[in-house]
């Protein structure tokens, strides 16, 4: 028996957490009638057939990154995503047993014998022991998915691969299925839904019929870097950036869709889409020439033959066309990584060349992090002779933040960021609205898709699909994605993002090092690399937050429930930046006590009113707007802020920006009713200060146009509570104090406001004294 390792994952990570809870699929493959077959056979022959048997599944088992986990018998146990998830586990799995089945029909046995095998393939968690998880380990997994991917072989006709439900949703697309009656299983009730897997298909173009929602300034960006090539004839490489989720096909589809003339000059598109794991590495290139040729899949090899001369009928000479017209036939058929395969993508660069020489052309790579080296070599080739011909081409590659690509030093870089909050509820009424759901769950979905446009679509698909309404489960196309982000991480920053998963609020560098039992400092480091990697925000005092709620929620439910409670008692030792007294935040924040003496001091020179109320805010220990502000910080036992309906002052223009004055001392005013006490300025003895005259109350009628800034994109969920329906209105007054002094004034107001002024939208991520009353958007 041979056993296959793979060398890249035998290596212990730097990881401090042993074990891990982890969704992976698990392929069990076993002979049909060994027993049989062994007792006609001389021994000699049984250990021939064997050695074939397991050379031959252990080595399809590697090639799809499959690890070996143990042999039972005649049987077969593999994992896939045991230490490293790429969101395609299943498919890799159902591959491999598809793969398998067709290697042992080619491969000959010994003497006569014809080996016939079931595969049983299924997803779900097991708790895994990293250090344990390379082909030959035993013991690696622990859970009932191994089980169940026993039962499901045995209901497998030989010579098939059968799934389990799990399985077969996320292989949705990729694999076509055949579902059968489900079948009991001992121990087991209702009985267990069965498909049956009958090959690969080749999945389809996303459908975008849907507005665009945002990407304003992304879409400007790319089209100028667009035209400017064309103009120029200066070919420029940009790069579109996202994660998994973030819209990038989307963004590439309305880029085709408009962008069609420059000057008046026709562009010509030719786009392709690296698949996962495709059987044939220049697949994408074979793609670009199907494009340019008009060739589909199914055409047989006239109409291919046709399409193909009149293709390069104007791009070569006859002879030429002639000779290349075969080479081309044949590296559309098998465009692998042969010399032949290789000859034929070089004849299609040159037929690119060519084309963008008579017209502006456009190559554009969807999932470029998928591709092969010889694909991005292919690509490489293609942008540097074109430049150095001074072509008017563009070439845009799109992949996710984490891809060591290779692009050239021009390159540009457009990073496609996570939606404003007001973007992303328009976009989930659109969603809801299409699916038939009720528009009313948007407040609810809102906090939990991070701004991605694909989660929020995998969401709304979900409750389409019956997913229950009140616990909104996460989906399984997110976990998946959460998960191959998370696995994208070294062992260090992995650690540091799982113990800051389980600290509710603000996330502090200490309080994570407390957590890890680490020296203090040593997480700052790796706290750094996941805000440029995008998976944390940077906050006030050395805090962070998490980018998307699901990121916090797959990076928790990771931890075993032991560790994650070790973790949790140990970081609640730690001051909390969310529980910090907002005098010590004020202190801290103007650095020593003499800048702040400095800072009050110019309060005083601006006018007795206003330093009697910064004094007061130094002094706020014995007031009863202390505790109310202090538990709004903490985030435990708030007192929610009322809330105000602002929908009478949208205007007959439907302008948002409605200036209104507050009327002074002793006027009648009908809003200040509807204000909590705590925002008006009071005096060191507690009597409300009048003599700031007239104020602006800045009012938005509805979040519909609401511009959003970054930090309001990321709500804040402490301990994984969300708000009340009403905390969540777009329409609720925040208080969002303002440090003492003048420039405490102004960060308080918000970039390009005046001081006092009162905006509406999501409750700010900190929250700070006032001198007035404010509201962030």
Known sequence: MTTIVDAQRTSTPHWPVPQER????????????????????????VRALQRAYFDTVAGVLHRWQGVVEKYVGDAVMALFGARHSD???????????????????????????????????????????????????????????????????????????????????????????????????????????????????????????????????????????????????????????????SGRSRLLHELTRGLTTVDGMPVRWCVATCQPYPDQVMAPAAELLRGLAGVRHGDGPAVVHDRLVAALASLFPPERVAAAVPALQRFLTTPDGSSAALAGAAICRDVLLRLAAHQPLIVAVDDVDRAAPAMSRFLHALF??????????????????????TRPSPARRVTIGPLATVQSGRLLRHLLTRAGQPVALADRLLPLVGGRPGHAAAYVRSIADGADRVALPLPDAVRRAVCAELDHLDGERRAVLMAAATIGGVVSGAAVDRALGWASGRSAPALRGLVAAGLLLPRRADGYTFVAPALRQVATERLPRALRALFGRRAAQAPRLDTVRPDAVLARDHGTADSARSDRAGSDRAGPDQAGSDRAGSDRAGSDRVGSDRAAVSGSGVRRAEVVPLDVVRDRDGRLDVVLAVPPSGATDPLRRGLPSSTMTTSPTGGVNRSLGFRRLRAVASAGDVPSTRASATPNNAGGHWPAASDRSPATIRAVPAVPGPAGRKAAAGAGAPPDVVRTGPRPSLIRWPTGLAASA
């Open 22 to 45: 982890r969704t992976v699929t698990v392929l069990f493959a076993d002979i049909v009638g060994s027993t049989a077959l062994v007792d006609r056979l001389d021994p000699e022959d």
């Open 384 to 405: 540097s002779t074109a430049t150095a011909r001074g072509l008017p081409l563009a070439l845009i590659t799109l992949h996710q933040p984490q891809w060591a690509d």
């Open 87 to 245: 969101g395609f586990d299943a498919y890799r799995a159902v591959r491999a047993g598809l793969e398998i089945q067709a290697a042992l029909d080619r491969r000959p046995m010994v003497g006569d014998s014809r080996l016939r095998v079931r595969v049983g393939v299924a997803t779900g968690e097991v708790v895994v022991d990293l250090g344990s998880a390379v082909s030959g380990g035993h013991g690696v997994a622990s859970g009932a998915v191994i089980t169940t991917a026993a039962r499901l072989q045995e209901y497998a006709p030989p010579g098939a691969v059968a799934l389990c439900a799990a399985t077969a949703r996320a292989t949705a697309g990729l694999i076509t299925q055949r579902q059968l009656t489900p079948v009991p299983v001992a121990g087991r009730v209702p009985p267990m839904p069965v498909w049956h897997a009958v090959g690969p298909v080749r999945p389809g173009t996303d459908r975008h019929d849907g507005p665009l929602i945002g990407r304003r300034r992304e879409l400007a960006t790319i089209r100028d870097q667009l035209s400017r090539a064309i103009r120029e004839q200066d070919p420029r490489w940009i790069s579109l950036v996202g994660p998994t989720g």
